[in-house]
């Protein structure tokens, strides 16, 4: 994929961290359910209105 675009190679940390995006994939789902679940709980201690809990809901749909 890079190859034709840049002339250098790449940084081996931006390989890494590339190379990971497969195993982050197959977390997404739970990452999201925790966001949402961390959202509900900013709302229940008053740090965020219910209009932002939706807002931020919704982004995260």
């Given at each position: 994929m890079?190859?034709?675009?840049?002339r250098?190679?790449?940084?081996?940390?931006?390989?890494r961290?590339?190379?990971?995006?497969?195993?982050?994939?197959?977390?997404?789902a739970?990452?999201?359910?925790?966001?949402?679940?961390?959202?509900?709980?900013?709302?229940?201690?008053?740090?965020v209105?219910?209009?932002?809990?939706?807002?931020i809901?919704?982004?995260l749909?």
């Amino acid at each position: 994929m890079w190859a034709g675009r840049f002339r250098q190679p790449l940084d081996p940390g931006f390989e890494r961290w590339q190379r990971s995006f497969e195993f982050d994939r197959r977390l997404l789902a739970y990452e999201i359910a925790a966001s949402r679940a961390h959202a509900r709980t900013l709302k229940n201690a008053g740090i965020v209105s219910a209009d932002e809990l939706i807002s931020i809901l919704q982004g995260l749909d």
